[in-house]
């Protein structure tokens, strides 16, 4: 997907505008232009960049042998992390050949599973110190990194259902994307600190 997004952003160089559409803003017009050489390949640079920062990870976590217990499930974290930036990639794409249709509510679908995506992988990852709900209490105690991570995990994909509404409701999508995973982040936390307290 890195690889295809930097051909398209050669192969789309010649005709992109000199300023192309790059941020939208919560009525989802448009409010900032860039270059169309960062327009095309600023995606495919942070792509590489957060690439390789999820190759590094596993490596230099003090707990990596907890990080191969889930492995399978951080890998598949990636590929959806690159293709929701690859997806974002040519909806930006389209809108700069003047196919025009509203960001936030295309953009709504792609939230929904990723954030389904951080459900299955705060489900079962085991503790480390750079994956998941890492609280100073989740840090401390097996247990309560157990107990947080499983609800933590049903609520993201609970969050992530909820998005997915924001396909059939365009004024509100927004909402429908950021309240939920808001609540669930802060929950998360409330929960471990809570859990620990108890034990």
């Known amino acids: 997907m890195i690889l295809i997004s930097l051909i398209i952003g050669i192969s789309f160089y010649p ?3 000199e300023k192309m559409a790059f941020h939208w803003n919560l009525e989802g017009h448009v409010d900032r232009y860039v270059s169309k050489f960062w327009g095309l390949f600023f995606e495919p640079f942070i792509s590489i960049g957060l690439f390789l920062l999820f190759l590094v990870i596993p490596k230099i976590d003090p707990l990596r042998q907890n990080i191969e217990k889930f ?17 974002l990639y040519l909806l930006t794409i389209f809108w700069n ?10 953009l709504a679908p792609a939230f929904g599973i990723l954030f389904y995506g951080c ?9 480390n110190w750079f994956i998941g709900i890492r609280t100073p209490w989740t840090l401390s105690s097996e247990k309560v990194w157990e107990k947080t991570h499983r609800i933590g995990g049903k609520l ?4 992530g259902v909820v998005a997915l509404f924001g396909v059939f409701f365009q004024s ?8 939920p995973v808001i609540l669930v982040a802060a929950y998360t936390v409330v929960y471990s600190y809570l859990e620990y307290q108890k034990r």
Do not use: C
């Open 71 to 87: 492995r399978k499930y951080y890998d598949g974290f990636v590929v959806l992390v690159i293709a929701f930036l690859f997806y």
């Open 97 to 106: 050949i003047d196919i025009r249709f509203s960001m936030i509510q295309f």
């Open 156 to 159: 993201f994909k609970v969050a």
């Open 15 to 17: 005709q992109m505008p």
């Open 119 to 127: 459900g299955i992988l705060t489900e079962n990852a085991k503790r």
């Open 172 to 179: 509100y999508a927004l909402f429908f994307i950021l309240i």
